[in-house]
């Protein structure tokens, strides 16, 4: 921006860019002109009108907000005109409504407030008049009382404009004007998702946080910066806490930050599981089939005493760990350093194993590491995004949000790819709609358009690749026709989504686990590698391949090592030199032989006899539950650490109690290695703690002395053995997040992997071309539909805590099954009926929900109730190297009851 | 191609089809067909021809006659006289509205012959809904010019040149905008065409879509070559129906033809067209929220800049055009731009179409060279004011614009002008506005329709449109307070300065505009309570009592005659009235003018039952008040309102001693008045009554002559100045002092007090007799006249309806044989002998307004004739003789000979002892106005008393509570006021009998049986 012109402010001679409007130059040369309706990262729509100043040979007064500067301007902002005309209108905003600040939320936080206070009004000239609107709230997260709102439209701007939603907008005329969601709904019954962005954007009392209402005023709150526990996209929020209660939750407004304010409904109104009365709160020891609550020493003199006696009689391996991808780097850095000291074993894995690790193993061969190659921030610099398997606004709804923002506003062009007319194809330029499980077949038909047409990247592939002739070979076998037959999409969409990849100046992939649940996970996901290698989309801003991780430190649990195969960092277990990096580090001796998937924990019986699960549920989220259920009731002695009682803690001997989020420090990773900060906002509920307070008790127990007094120590030995975290310690977090690699302390973070090289062997990228297989198990005469588990917005993972939450619950309470109308009214079943579905594995009642988004002939469900088992379902066929299991496809009949 | 006999050019525009055109051509149709007609009487469907009051509308051509108010009924006979046997049917020609003259063809009315038609030159001419009766009037031929002959820049130039502004109402030059919008860059422009018209009132818009809607297309096509787009809009309101059609049926016959599409005229030049339909909301005419609203998205405006030339629709370079400025374009690119501005004043050019409505007698659309004067439209083309009101204000621009008012009736209407007047040109909307309109009320009325369609965006307009809105209907019901007129005059100025779009910041216009014309009438509002104009219901009762200057309770007295209770009637009307006989028979009626019933048939007689009233109730004996006050007051002159001043203040127990100059009590009721009007015994009893109070009146005594001014200030305490104004105006002509020649007055006075030697014809005036004015005292002067059996001339120098006497009066003289020549002005007395022989007179015509609202009369040079008289009487208008008043007396005269009253009274003069009032401060004007001064004098003087001596004010004994009946008609019948019945007219020209008989019981109950008691609120 350069700052060619000059202009008279107040008698200052100032300079700015000719792009800036006049309210920007003043307010950087400290001038101060108050606003009202301008709201960062919307548009001006000039509307309160406070912000009025003189310009010299203007007809009249001018908004700053919306006006340009120009060469040699003279602006006033502070003459008696325009004292009088902002005076007038504060006058007219203070006497339109009920601004009654004694039981106003927003007292002391006021925009409105702080006007009339600066301007020094005493009081209006006219007679106050509440519209006299009823207050509603017939949800229990957002209150509008309209008759507080000044009509500024941040609200309907922001939901439209920076949500991409549109669910409020201004109707009626003139003094009747109000902000409604469609045909006068609550909120509750219209479109909207509760992001609570409209309530954050709110400058007066008339959008307040009703799960904070009496909760503490603005100066009796303590505000805390810290990370949404939520999903991958680790958005930075600010709790308002008063006596030991989470109230309102405001997205951090920084630009450092991956959602610069923006929060989704679970962030925003999704985090009073942490004050649910059902937390556990002791430990609990199993008699006679009953829980009964115990003291910590009892529990985990219990949990030690049964780790000895397997390891004793079975050996070391006879144990596994699975962690969680929730817990905090520190947590799950000292569970997998658990397992391999303290149990022995490197069989230590932990949930992502059924969804992402086909990422982890394509990308890994393919660059030579498994992460997200850049990040959400960087898709900003993207022309063209192809979205696979992702159902991006509910999975990652900030993201999602901001995408369609881009779009909008932006040029940026979306490909989106699902089996699901899922809401972002709303704002698709080109929406592919192949049959699940046929990804590696459309993949494979872009790049053969693209090499036909002759678009891909000459320089890139023959700089930075290798095995081109392989790809190119495979590839040729799928023409567009041939892929139309496999995917069932028309060959001229794959020709256009081709070109309109190809011919990108930047293209990113997104994708998530519509990619990655299946027998061919890998593939999948190598494919759109080498769609990317192909067209040179890597190594640069705006580009690359992206995982999207639904879970808020997927991404640290693996960094940190909870792999069977690899201590943190990636390191091989197997390598000798690691192995004694280790050693040294831990103080003992380690074993060199890679240790067993959760998949091989818990599907293949008798593998382990002692587990020790943390935050984890695969009695939910494992394929083939019914398997499932009967490997654990094999197991000998089985421990689940965990905030509640889920299915897995309930076939646990002993169950310790863990501390949310909310009540520990530490790190989280986000789905873009994005290391930031959690911090300690209550105490700790009950006797819960930590899980690395629990892992030392515990290692102390068994035999060893681990004395960490806070995390920041645990994160200090995880950037000395670690090197992509080398350069992380809490005193540099506290200013932001850190995106790996960062060796060291001088390195600023990377925001984008890949840059000169890649980490293979060659340093080149890989070509791994795969031909099209079908999935495990198709559907036939007597399971005629393909039953798939997706995600939906409120809930995540099997709502092991979200299910927890009021508002949330509220939302979204049930499990549905998800019918295309034609199917629907073939099966004879309507909306809300409930239906038996039925696989070769077992069978579920549950309603069903009819929607014109669903492809004919695939059915489709949450898994987030506890009520409805969904996974009893599932095939647990897994993916030969990931060993992912297919949870995207399997047979089943649906029946009416 | 098929000849016809005749074209039947029948009106199909909305306002015709809305009086019944359509069921009209039904039964044409039919009818021709029955006589065997149907091959050789074609019938075309026209759009609006404009005079849409008198619709349905037909022109039969090739005579061009033209048929107004045609209905079915109608057919029959019509098409036997006219197109069997070729005789216009005369009922059904337009008829003069002054002069009732029937005027068959098109092109000789008013209202057409005035008007400049260029952008409506199709109108009522072809069938819109066929292109080549378009293209046989040289449609098109201005696109294929531009097209094929016409670079893009060469299109701009030309219109650059022909100086067209918009028509929307801004006026910003046409060509300047499409020359942005041109040079902006861009792959993608729009041309729009704002056919979003929702001025309250106007519909030249959807006249143009309906009546021509190629022409539109035609200059679209033009703009969008001229600035490079390819692709437009018509936003037209869904509330046009008609408009739509026709616009639709236009862009596919010309797409079929290739004028629009593909590859226009095989030039390779495209352009699509799209109509856009808005949902009524007001702001979407507004050009920003306009194209928000075609993207989809609710109509509001957005801020500018960005400027719509460069990112106008979805951000690409925008030219948004009216539909009038369209419809000119065709034109100027065929004709030229020099043949464009030959007509307009320096700045606007060419022509404007106006929608002139109200209180107009030829509601309809009209088009006008730009600089032609509001006086020319309202009145010529207009057609003037309908049921003898007076024009008060024009409102140009509608809830956007301001009131141009009576005194600027000769203001030439174009861009600069009417600005200058705080008005705006507006799209063209003109809103006619009578005598009965309240400025006050009116601006609560636009204030309310931008309130309501404000699109609540900007803070001060939703939200400062609401509280000028609430102050102004305060100020209507009667709660106005100081400070209101600042502060809405404050808020004016900030929401005209702030607001985001043009809606918001002209919303204030209509309050500015009649602050700075009628200001006065708001400051009555708000300090009297009263509504001038007798709108704000809010302030009154009833229009009729409101209307009264001295408030009589019409209602109660009227519903007393209903139920046969006479004396309580008379007890009401004393109340506030002392002479009811005589406003019975000589009051101006403000009250009738005001009757709700005359909107629906005819006013109740309200004079004629008060003087039933005074004619049949026994009179009330009155007792005198006894004198509790030591201060002594003086009452100089008895007329209507030293008397009333008197009676009042003898009621509050102040002794009062009245001194007349003339014989007898009365004033100019007593020898102003002409007995035949009202009988001398009439006034005199009611003066009696008023005597009976213990009121001494000395007549025959002049101050100055008979009793010193300084004695009278030594002897009284306070003294009421009311000597009326008994002198005649100066003609001013050669030969004025002659003999023969009379003042108006004086020859009345002189009538009044020497009646015998006038009768017995001891005085005379000759056989021939001129009288010169218009007022009521030149027709009294003519009658009596008349009734001395003298030949009477009246001279008036303008029309006969710009005649200040009663109507009902002229028509009175003239029944009476009195001949009246209208615009003749006198220019000397031609004498022989030193006695009058002859008035040499002058003819006028009308030139332009005056300050009246009425033409001036201009002399036409050369019209100079002679008629032989006897003797002249010289009634053009009365003005006081003050010149009793001594100079050093404190009591200040000014240059008319009226009393200055001191700053904040309403009847103190310049001197705290002398009170002043009646005709000698106000100048001539009626009785009642007289009796409220008297009123006012009494009130005044009593407070100014007891202030002084620190009293608490005056406290009137309670009245007698005198039950009101109340019987409403359920259903109300038209039905027209009771006749007045009156002397026959030969026995009138040899005697001073009461001319008007007074009504029956029966009459008088009937008539009151009309009134709709509005003073009850049920």
Sequence with gaps: ?897 | MKVFRSHILLCGGTGCRASGSLAVKKALTEELAKKNLSDEMKIVETGCQGFCAMGPIMVVYPDGIIYMLVQPDDVPELVEEHFIKGRPLERLLYKEPTTEEVIPTMHEIPFFANQELRVLKNRGIIDPERIDEYIARDGYAGMAKALTEMTPEEIIQEVLDSGLRGRGGAGFPTGLKWKFAAGSRGDIKYVLCNADEGDPGAFMDRSVLEADPHAVLEGMVIAARAIGSHHGYIYCRAEYPLALTRLNIAIEQATEYGLLGKDILGTGFDLDLEIYQGAGAFVCGEETALMTSIEGKRGMPRPRPPFPAIAGLWEKPSVLNNVETLANIGQIILKGSAWYNSIGTERSKGTKVFALTGDVNNVGLVEVPMGTTLGTIVFDIGGGIPNGKRFKAAQLGGPSGGMIPLEHLNTPIDYERVAELGSIMGSGGMIVMNEDMCPVDMARFFMDFCQDESCGKCTPCREGTKRMLEILTNICEGRGQEGDIELLEEMAGIIKDSALCGLGQTAPNPVLSTLRYFRDEYEAHIKDKRCPAVVCTALFKSPCQHACPIGMDVPSYIALIRAGRLEDAYKVMLRTNPFPSVCGRVCDHQCQSKCRRGTLDEPVAIKFLKRFITDNANRLKVDPVPVTRKEKIAVIGAGPAGLTAAKDLAIRGYQVVAFEELPEPGGMTRYGIPSYRLPRNILKDEIDDIKALGIEIRCNTRVGRDISFEKISEDFDYIYLAPGAHKSQKMRVEGEDMEGVFGGVEFLRDFNINEETWLKGEKSLGSQVAVIGGGNSAIDAARVARRLGVDVTILYRRFRQDMPAAKEEIEAAEHEGIKIEYLVAPLKIIGKDGKVAGITCQRMKPGDFDSSGRRRPVPVEGSDFTLNVDSVVAAIGQTPDLSFVPEDSGVSVNKWSYFDVAEGSKSQSTSEKFFAGGDAVTGPWTVVGAISGGHQAAVDIDQAIRNKNGEFPYEAPPEEKIEIPLEIDEDTEEQPQAKMPELDNTERRSNFDEVELGYTLETAVEEAKRCLRCDVEI
């Design chain 1, 1 to 897: 921006m350069d700052k060619n012109i000059s202009l008279t402010i107040d008698g200052k001679e100032v300079t700015a860019s000719p792009e800036q409007t006049i309210l920007e130059v003043a307010r950087e040369n400290g001038i101060y002109i108050p606003t009202l309706c301008h709201y960062e990262g919307t548009t001006n729509p000039g509307a309160c009108r406070v912000c009025v100043v003189e310009v010299e040979n203007a007809r009249s007064l001018v908004a700053s907000c919306c006006m340009p500067v120009s060469p040699g301007m003279v602006v006033k902002t502070d003459t008696k005109r325009v004292m009088d005309a902002r005076r007038l209108v504060i006058e007219l905003l203070w006497a339109s409504g009920d601004h009654n600040c004694l039981k106003c939320e927003k007292n002391g936080n006021c925009e409105l407030q702080d006007l009339i206070y600066l301007m020094k009004i005493d009081k209006p000239r006219f007679e106050i008049e509440s519209p006299g609107y009823e207050i509603e709230d017939a949800n229990s997260m957002i209150r509008r009382d309209l008759n507080k709102c000044i009509l500024c439209g941040r609200c309907v701007r922001v939901c439209s404009e920076i949500r991409g939603n549109g669910v409020i907008d201004f109707s009626m005329r003139g003094s009747q004007t109000k902000i409604v969601p469609a045909f006068y709904n609550d909120l509750i019954d219209s479109e909207c998702e509760f992001c609570g962005a409209c309530v954050q954007a709110c400058p007066v009392g008339a959008l307040t946080f009703k799960q904070a209402r009496f909760g503490g005023r603005p100066w009796e709150v303590q505000k805390v910066k810290t990370t949404c526990p939520h999903c991958g996209a680790g958005c930075q929020m600010e709790l308002w806490i008063n006596k030991d209660r989470i109230g309102a939750v405001y997205g951090i407004e920084d630009d450092n930050t991956e959602n610069r304010g923006q929060l989704c409904v679970k962030g925003r109104f999704g985090l009073d599981f942490v004050h649910s009365e059902e937390r556990l709160t002791k430990p609990l020891i199993k008699k006679n089939g009953g829980f009964k609550e115990a003291s910590w020493d009892e529990a985990l003199d219990l949990v030690a005493s049964n780790f000895k006696k397997i390891k004793e009689k079975h050996g070391s391996d006879a144990l596994g760990g699975i962690a969680s991808s929730k817990s905090t780097n520190e947590d799950v850095y000292l569970f997998q350093k658990f397992i391999r000291v303290c149990l022995g074993t490197n069989n230590v894995d932990f949930c992502t194993r059924f969804c992402h690790t086909p990422s982890a193993v394509a990308l890994s061969r393919a660059f030579g590491g498994g992460a997200m190659t850049n990040s959400m921030r960087l898709s900003e610099k993207a022309d063209v995004i192809l979205i696979s398997g992702l159902n991006l606004t509910e999975m990652c709804p900030v993201p999602g949000a901001l995408t369609k923002h881009l779009v909008t506003f932006d040029n940026l062009k979306l490909i989106v790819v699902d089996p699901r007319r899922i809401k972002i194809i709303d704002n698709a330029e080109v929406w592919l709609s192949p049959k699940i499980g046929t990804d590696v077949a459309w993949t494979n038909g872009m790049m053969n358009v693209i090499i036909n047409e002759d678009l891909y990247d000459h320089d890139f592939v023959e700089r930075r690749t290798e095995k081109f002739d392989e790809l190119k070979e495979v590839v040729s076998r799928y023409n567009p026709q041939k892929v139309k037959e496999i995917t069932g999409i028309p060959k001229e969409k794959i020709i256009e989504a081709a070109r309109l990849y190809a011919k990108a100046g930047r293209a990113s992939i997104l994708y998530g686990m519509g990619e990655t649940q299946h027998i061919y996970g890998t593939d999948n996901v190598s494919a759109l590698c080498n769609l990317a290698l192909l067209t040179g989309n890597m190594g640069k801003e705006g580009t690359g391949v992206n995982t999207i991780a639904k879970q808020n430190n997927g991404q640290g649990a693996g960094d940190m090592g909870c792999l069977p195969p690899i201590y943190p960092g990636g390191q091989q277990v197997s390598n000798p030199e690691i192995n004694k990096k280790f050693e040294k580090a831990w103080g003992t001796k380690l074993s060199m032989k890679p240790g067993i998937t959760e998949s091989d924990m818990v599907i293949t019986k008798g593998k382990v006899k002692g587990l020790y699960v943390v935050g984890g549920n695969p009695m939910r989220s494992g394929p083939n539950l019914n398997n499932i259920e009967e490997t654990m009731e094999d197991m000998d002695f089985i421990v689940v650490q965990d905030m509640f009682l889920t299915e897995t803690a309930k076939v646990a001997d002993v169950v310790l109690p863990a501390c949310s989020f909310a009540e520990k420090d530490g790190t989280f990773t986000n789905t873009a290695r994005f290391i930031q900060r959690v911090r300690k906002v209550i105490d700790p509920v009950g006797e819960s703690k930590s899980d690395w307070e629990i892992l030392c008790e515990l290692s102390r127990k068994m035999g060893y002395e681990w004395n960490y007094s806070h995390p920041k120590e645990i994160m200090d030995e995880i950037a000395s053995l670690t090197p992509p975290y080398g350069g992380v310690s809490y005193d540099r977090l506290e200013n932001g997040g850190i995106r790996w690699p960062c060796p060291n302390n001088d390195h600023p973070g990377t925001p984008y992997l890949w840059k000169e090289k890649f980490n293979t062997a060659s340093g080149k990228g890989v070509f791994f071309p795969a031909d099209y297989n079908p999935p495990a198990e198709l559907p036939d005469e007597e399971y005629p539909f393909i039953f798939s588990t997706v995600k939906e917005l409120c809930h995540l993972h099997t709502g092991s805590y979200t299910r927890y939450s009021k508002a949330l619950a509220e939302l979204s309470p049930d499990d549905l099954l998800g019918v295309n109308p034609s199917d629907a009214e073939k099966l004879g079943i309507t909306d809300g009926d409930d239906v038996k579905v039925s696989s070769r594995r077992g069978e579920i009642m549950i309603g069903v929900k009819i929607s014109d988004r669903i492809p004919e002939g695939t059915v489709f469900s949450t898994f987030h109730s506890s009520k409805i088992p969904v996974n009893v379902l599932t095939i647990d066929a897994l993916d030969k190297l990931a060993k992912t299991p297919e949870l995207k496809i399997c047979a089943v009949k649906v029946e009416p009851v």
